[in-house]
T-cell receptor
Framework: DVKVTQSSRYLVKRTGEKVFLECVQDMDHENMFWYRQDPGLGLRLIYFSYDVKMKEKGDIPEGYSVSREKKERFSLILESASTNQTSMYLC?????????????????FGPGTRLTVT | GENVEQHPSTLSVQEGDSAVIKCTYSDSASNYFPWYKQELGKGPQLIIDIRSNVGEKKDQRIAVTLNKTAKHFSLHITETQPEDSAVYFCAAIPSYIPTFGRGTSLIVHP
């Protein structure tokens, strides 16, 4: 079974604090993602990484940074937390593989971290 | 880039009824279409997927259909049960970055 784990299920931080959200996957996946989920807005991509030390901005990168020093670990960093960053944060990993002459794809999510910034 | 529209945003059914959730996409290069179920307080879980070379796929009470010409795909749940209550997301993937629909909240009344 693919396992994507996140370091915390619930987190409460104060405005201005530096916040680290950790994600680890155990299936040697190349790609890892950080999403933010808010009611009515669905899943919005913050950053993704397709290899160690590689990162790409998603749709809403402002106020966030990421780190991928090892293949299995992808960290999301809030440099100075603000109340508008209160949200559910989801990590995911994915892999691409050949199937019947085509490229196929699967993505798996972690359980999420509910972050509250006060 | 890809754009995915999902309808309805909320769906309320009686136990035993069928439920249908529809998604449309814009990028003809999309070739993989997963569906996720997210229960309260949990991350989304893959429940079924379909690839572009297939028109329909079934797994017990769940089925997904794909119409590549019209660029739409649908999730069908038959004989709904209260434990089917959750938020369902569709996605379309043209390369390796999925684009998600905004989700459908399915409520199954006992």
């Amino acid at each position: 079974d693919v396992k994507v784990t996140q370091s915390s299920r619930y987190l409460v931080k104060r405005t201005g604090e530096k916040v680290f959200l950790e994600c680890v996957q155990d299936m040697d996946h190349e790609n890892m993602f950080w999403y933010r989920q808010d009611p009515g807005l669905g899943l919005r991509l913050i950053y993704f990484s397709y290899d160690v030390k590689m990162k790409e901005k998603g749709d809403i990168p402002e106020g966030y940074s990421v780190s991928r020093e090892k293949k299995e670990r992808f960290s999301l960093i809030l440099e100075s937390a603000s109340t508008n960053q209160t949200s559910m944060y989801l990590c995911a990993s994915s892999f691409i593989y050949p199937l019947a002459g085509r490229v196929s794809y699967e993505q798996y999510f972690g359980p999420g971290t509910r972050l509250t910034v006060t | 880039g890809e754009n995915v529209e999902q309808h309805p945003s909320t769906l309320s059914v009686q136990e035993g009824d069928s439920a249908v959730i529809k998604c449309t996409y814009s990028d003809s290069a999309s070739n993989y279409f997963p569906w996720y179920k997210q229960e309260l307080g949990k991350g989304p879980q893959l429940i079924i997927d379909i690839r572009s070379n297939v028109g329909e796929k079934k797994d017990q009470r769940i089925a997904v259909t794909l119409n590549k010409t019209a660029k739409h795909f649908s999730l069908h749940i038959t004989e709904t049960q209260p434990e089917d209550s959750a938020v369902y997301f569709c996605a379309a993937i043209p390369s390796y970055i999925p684009t998600f629909g905004r989700g459908t909240s399915l409520i199954v009344h006992p």
